[in-house]
Every structure is written in C-alpha cells, then in structure tokens.
C-alpha cells in the first residue's frame, strides 16, 4: 500500500471507508469512527502478531493492537476538532503541495500511476485530499501546541546525569585465554590434572605460545580457538577463576587454577578500566531523551484537555 507509506501518519488507512460499515467504533463531536476504519489499521499489525502469536495470546495482542489504533484515530479527530474551534483553516493550495511532492516523489512525476494507486486501495482523489488535510492539520498543532512549547533547562540535563550515572559506567573487562582440564571423579585422577597443569604452565613461562599449547592441551569448548574467550567483565566469571587472573598484567599467566569441577590456566591479554562516560559525550543523548519525555507529557496533557472539551464516546 504505497499510499500508507505515504508519511500521512495513518489517514491512509481509512481506506476501510470502502469496507462496508459495520458499525461505529467511536464518535467525537459529529466525527464517526468505523470500525471498519480501525479494522483496516489494525491488518497489518495482525499479519505480523500472527507470525509470533497464536490462541489466546493472539486474541490478546489483537485487542491491544485495536485499542491503541483507536485510541489514535480518536487523538486525531479531537485534534481536527480543535483545530476548527479555533477557527482555523487550511488552504488548498497546502494540500497541492501535498499531493505534486507525493507524485513527484513516490510516482516518478507520473500523476496517472498516482490516481491508479488510489484506485486500488478504493480511495477517491477528494477523499485522500481529506485525508492529508487532516494529517497536516494533525502536524501543524502538534507543533504550536506541544513541540514549541517543550523546554529544557540545561541543569535538567546535568541533573539526569548525575542521577543516573549507573547507565554511563563501563565496566572493568578483562581479555584472555584460558586452558580447562577436567579434574576427573577420584582424588589421584584430580591430583594427576593438577600436575598436568604444572607442566603445562611451565611449558608456557618457558616460551611456548598459549594459543598453540591451548588448541592441543585444553579440554574447554574453546580449545580450537586457542583458548580465546574475549572480553569479559570479572564479575561474570566464576569466583575462583576471576580471583586467580585478578592483578595479572596483560601477557602474564595465572597459577594454576583449581575449582571442584575444573582445572584453569588463563593468560591475560588485555584490561579495560572501569570508567564513566563524560558528560559532554552524552549530552545531547540526554537532551533528547528529556525533550521527548516532556513532549509525551505535554502530549497526553493536551489529549486530555480535549476529551473533556469536546464529546467522546467509544461504542
């Protein structure tokens, strides 16, 4: 559906007004809502919930998806609604703009494959106008009546940092590999591991390439990557095993490590302190995380102003 695609922020979907009717969905002021309108939003949100959704859950998402599309196409009429109280109006030649930057755009200047797309979704030339009339009516308020009227003091940024500092640490991590024997089931079988591990780590102070030695000695899931286990953060590691590389130098290899259930030798590569991201680097995260908070609450505000102003009733 190219047209939907359109950016008209969901009037295109009012193609449901070639559906039969079967009923109002909603009414503000005069303004009726079908239910065939809200069906036709609801489509294509249902193709993709029943790719991952099935019985009741299904039902559930379905309702949920009918709900929010209602709720939305009611936002938009109180908005229309209040755009005319106000006494304003659009002109025609707005929506000319309109329609010669969708054919010129979308349709290669061919005003033909245009009307033919309409056609298809069962849409008249006038009804679309009126429905890009009401979108860009929808944006213009939107606009005057909530973005300009977001403001943001740069201590509320500060603000946020510093109370949410948590969210901008990175925490120390750790490269290396790591050589795993299995203890065995008896105490010689565990005592000869250990000793094994020995001669291993001697090999490795003597020169030998940890790696190497780890692809034919390690009896971890990583042997045939040497051993690799990338960058980890110690607290993810087992207690003993974090314990035996804490301190070490990238380059240097731990002691022999010994858990009920394994055997380690690891080589540290690699150390990335603990450190928090400067303010000046997530500034601009920050402000526009907050300016769209309070355009959301500013939003919802004014939604509510108008449902008390004008007539709403949801059948």
Do not use: C
Request: hydrophobic share 40%; charged share 30%.
């Amino acid at each position: 559906m190219a047209l939907i695609a359109a950016g008209l922020v969901l009037a295109e979907g009012a193609a449901g007004r070639a559906v039969p009717v079967d009923g109002y969905a909603a009414m503000v002021n005069q303004r009726v809502i079908l239910k065939s309108e809200v069906f036709a939003l609801v489509y294509p949100v249902q193709q993709k919930l029943q790719l991952s959704y099935t019985g009741l859950e299904l039902e559930k998402k379905l309702d949920e998806a009918y709900r929010n599309v209602l709720d939305t196409l009611i936002e938009r009429a109180l908005i229309v609604e209040e755009f005319n109280r106000q006494g304003r109006a659009l002109p025609d030649r707005a929506i000319d703009t309109q329609v010669n930057s969708l054919i010129s755009e979308r349709f290669n200047n061919n005003r033909m494959a245009f009307l033919d797309a309409l056609a298809e979704e069962r849409l008249t030339l006038a009804e679309w106008r009126e429905q890009a009339k009401d979108s860009l009516i929808v944006m213009i308020l939107r606009r005057t009546e909530v973005m300009d009227r977001v403001a943001l003091a740069p201590r509320e940024v500060r603000k946020y940092y510093e109370e949410n500092l948590d969210r901008y640490r990175t925490p120390e991590e750790v490269l290396f590999r790591l050589i795993v024997l299995h203890p065995g089931t008896t105490e010689e079988e565990r005592a000869a591991k250990v000793e094994e591990a020995r001669r291993i780590r001697t090999r490795l102070t003597e020169g030998e390439d940890f790696s190497t030695v780890a692809r034919t000695a390690s009896e971890g899931p990583k042997a045939a990557q040497g051993g690799d286990m990338g960058w980890m953060e110690p607290s993810q590691l087992r207690v003993e095993l974090a314990q035996g590389i804490q301190g070490l130098d990238p380059g240097q290899i731990s002691e022999v490590i010994e858990t009920p259930d394994e055997i380690y030798l690891a080589k540290v590569e690699g150390r990335k302190q603990a450190s928090v991201t400067p303010f000046e680097e997530v500034r601009r995260t920050i402000e526009g995380l907050l300016r769209k908070q309070e355009a959301d609450r500013l939003y919802k505000a004014w939604i509510a102003r108008l449902k008390n102003r004008f007539y709403v009733k949801v059948f």
